[in-house]
């Protein structure tokens, strides 16, 4: 059979597939941040999804496993944790050898070595091992010693069982302490191929760092990503300094986030004490970061963070209010009702204990008063309607013009997002008491729960329709709330 001519000479279909819209943010990710040397100055940032992986990289004796451990323990439980490297002391330069198959972690290839030998440069000397005899090893912890024996002061290597590779760490720290990759030795039989240490096998040569600020490590890892919305610091001795350094970055970042602190001082319960952290905080009115006092746990926040992120937005009657909640692994306060006042006056949260057997969560504010589901939550909202636009405009195969008809689109799009808000229940019919605009008044009934206006686009500005803007929309909304005080009167009649 002869090719022929082209059909599309005659009938041409084209495929023509749209980009693939923005995704939103996940309103539901911990960002853990401590000192614990697991994770490098270069990685910085590792994402977790349950908490046996947490331990099998930072065991169970380190500040971010017991911050991790309060945050999966919730119920139901939060589904992303990640966790962030502090340079709080100065840093040492570390290789990370090639991630070993069964294969090449068979000992056999490693005890055939009765003369090994490398050459690696540390702090800007060549380092050549020789004479490295490993036909006596029975592991591969026995081959990383033999190889530190050999290194003496220059650094030490270890086999690292969870990742499968070598490592091998500087002595020194500090922006001086460097490392590269290893090479052959002169004579003996080269190792560095065999411990996956040579260009092309480990990663890429990880330098030490000076000590960092907390609020330093803070701007570094929200620079890296925007995947994580909460903040926690794995660390139970952080200066005030430290703390409000923090709050007034997340308070001030483009991005929205929320940062929250568990204060152990005890001043917290103190009414005459207006200069601990809760106070300071209080006075600075911060809507983006949390306070929670606990004698038992310094990462009781953290439990409070699990709860609150396992809010499905996207889901029907999913909001929550953290008050009345519980928090697995936090020690109830026994508190007096002075005590309990205070830190309401204060803005700080507690999990405390009631006579009738229970512990609840209370009051699940902000620093400034806010109810932290409002902010939360609002969050949400304004990324939703922000992406959900964005996404008209760019997956639209054409444009959406500046005209009436182009801003209805756009309105159309943003009550789609506006009613899954009343879906899941944070805004709920009720009345307007804020300002009017459009045709909406003062006093006036919202019964979707929301409103929205544009003004017709003839009243546009010239300037404005020549720089392409759509008029400026207005947008009301009703927030559901949640009942946290209940009053009843019962009136006897005999």
């Not at 090449?104 to 003369?115: L, M, S």
């Not at 191929?193 to 260009?199: M, R």
């Not at 949390?290 to 004698?295: H, I, N, V």
């Not at 609002?378 to 939703?384: A, G, M, R, S, V």
Request: include cysteine; charge should be negative; charged fraction near 15%.
């Amino acid at each position: 059979m002869t090719q022929g001519l082209a059909v599309s000479d005659v009938v041409n279909v084209q495929i023509v597939m749209s980009p693939r819209a923005a995704a939103t943010r996940n309103f539901g990710a911990l960002l853990v941040l401590g000192s614990s040397p697991v994770i490098d100055t270069t990685e910085r940032l590792r994402q977790y999804s349950s908490l046996d992986g947490v331990v099998s990289d930072f065991g169970t004796a380190a500040p971010e496993y017991a911050a991790a451990n309060l945050f999966f323990s919730q119920s139901p439980q939060p589904a992303i944790l990640y966790l962030g490297r502090w340079a709080k002391t100065a840093t040492s330069a570390v290789l990370h050898g090639a991630v070993l198959s069964a294969a090449q972690q068979d000992i056999a290839n490693f005890t055939a070595v009765t003369a090994g030998g490398m050459k690696i440069d540390i702090d800007g000397t060549t380092k050549s091992l020789s004479a490295i005899d490993l036909s006596a090893v029975t592991n591969l912890n026995g081959v990383a010693s033999a190889v530190s024996a050999k290194l003496g002061a220059a650094g030490t290597c270890v086999w690292d069982a969870t990742s499968k590779r070598f490592s091998i760490t500087c002595a020194t720290t500090g922006v001086t302490s460097t490392i590269g990759y290893a090479t052959a030795p002169t004579s003996g039989t080269d190792i560095s191929a065999l411990l996956g240490l040579q260009s092309g096998q480990a990663s890429s040569p990880v330098n030490g760092v000076a000590a960092e600020s907390l609020v330093d490590a803070v701007a570094t890892l929200a620079g890296m990503s925007n995947d994580w919305y909460g903040l926690l610091v794995a660390d139970a001795t952080l200066a005030e300094a430290d703390v409000l350094a923090v709050a007034a970055f997340i308070e001030g970042t483009g991005q929205s986030r929320i940062f929250g602190y568990t204060t152990q001082n005890s001043l917290a319960l103190d009414p005459a004490t207006t200069t601990d952290i809760a106070s300071k905080l209080k006075d600075f009115n911060y809507k983006r970061t949390f306070t929670q006092f606990s004698g038992s746990s310094p990462y009781a926040g953290a439990s409070l963070f699990g709860r609150a992120f396992t809010v499905n937005f996207q889901g029907n009657n999913t909001t929550i209010t953290l008050k009345f909640k519980q928090e697995p692994g936090v020690m109830a306060e026994n508190l007096t009702e002075s005590q309990a006042a205070t830190l309401r006056d204060k803005h700080c949260n507690v999990f405390v204990a009631y006579n009738n057997d229970t512990a609840i969560i209370q009051e699940g504010v902000m620093c400034n008063g806010y109810f932290f589901d409002e902010v939360h939550g609002t969050d949400w909202l304004q990324n939703e309607l922000q992406t959900a636009v964005y996404n008209l405009l760019y997956t639209s195969q054409t444009k959406i013009p500046q005209t009436d008809a182009g801003i209805a689109q756009i309105l159309t799009t943003l009550e789609s997002r506006l009613d899954q808000s009343v879906a899941n229940g944070l805004v709920a019919p009720g009345q307007w008491n804020g300002p009017a605009f459009g045709a909406l008044q003062t006093g006036q009934f919202l019964s979707k729960g929301y409103y929205l206006y544009a003004p017709p686009i003839a009243t546009q500005s010239q300037a404005d329709r020549e720089a392409r803007k759509a008029p400026v929309i207005q947008i009301a909304i009703k927030l559901a709330g949640a009942v946290h005080f209940v009053d009843v009167i019962v009136n006897v009649n005999r």
